[in-house]
Structures are given as C-alpha cells and as structure tokens.
C-alpha cells in the first residue's frame, strides 16, 4: 500500500520559515520524482515544487522560487520542503506526489491527509 504522511505545519508569522517532511511508504522515492502541491480554501489544489530522481533543477511555482526548497533523504524514504519568508498567500494544506517527470502526473492515485500551514500575525 502506498502512503503519504505530510508533517511539519504549523501557526507561523509572515517572514517565519518551515520544513515540511513527508514520510512514503509502499514505494521507493528513489525511483520517482517527487513533488509537493498546497491547497488553499476554495482553491484547487497547485503544484508547488519538484524534484527528479534522474537530476535536473527542480521545479518551483512562481511565487514560491527563490523562498521554497525541495529536497529529499532517499536513505529514510523521505521528501522535505523548506519554506522561508513565507506570506499569507502561502497558508493551505500542503500535501506530497510521485511522478516519472518533474511536473508530470502522479502515478498513484491517493493523496495523504496534508500538513496544515497558516501564516498570519
């Protein structure tokens, strides 16, 4: 079975930083590229960041490039973003992905629960 177990959300002030980790399971994060997506109340949910198992950059949404890193620990089969200067417009439920390609569409289907990050004063 495949699992995704988001942690590290938090109550922050805008500028405050975060790392978010997720915990895989069921799969090898070697063998994937892995992402990170955010959903905001009312919104879709968005690709945020992602990394390739092959090399390359790593793909960042606009508004998060130059704030956000991906990176991940193959060695505890786990995917990391850290999140500095964050503003309000970062606040949503951040969950993580598997793809073959950086950008390209999950290969499983479930989603895990997402790590709640809020950024207000």
């Known amino acids: 079975e495949v699992q995704f177990v988001e942690s590290g959300g938090a109550y922050v002030q805008p500028g405050g930083s975060l790392k978010l980790s997720c915990l895989c399971s069921g799969f090898n994060i070697i063998n994937y590229a892995m992402s990170w997506y955010r959903q905001a109340p009312g919104k879709e949910r968005e690709l945020v960041a992602a990394l390739s198992d092959l090399g390359g950059n790593p793909y960042y949404l606009d508004s998060v490039k130059g704030r956000f890193i991906i990176t991940r620990d193959v060695a505890k089969n786990t995917v990391f973003l850290q999140m500095n200067r964050l503003t309000p417009e970062d606040t949503g439920v951040y969950y993580c992905?598997?793809?073959?390609?950086?950008?390209?569409?999950?290969?499983?289907?479930?989603w895990g629960q997402g790590t709640q990050v809020t950024v207000s004063p």
């Open positions: 992905g598997a793809a073959v390609r950086v950008t390209g569409p999950r290969i499983f289907d479930s």
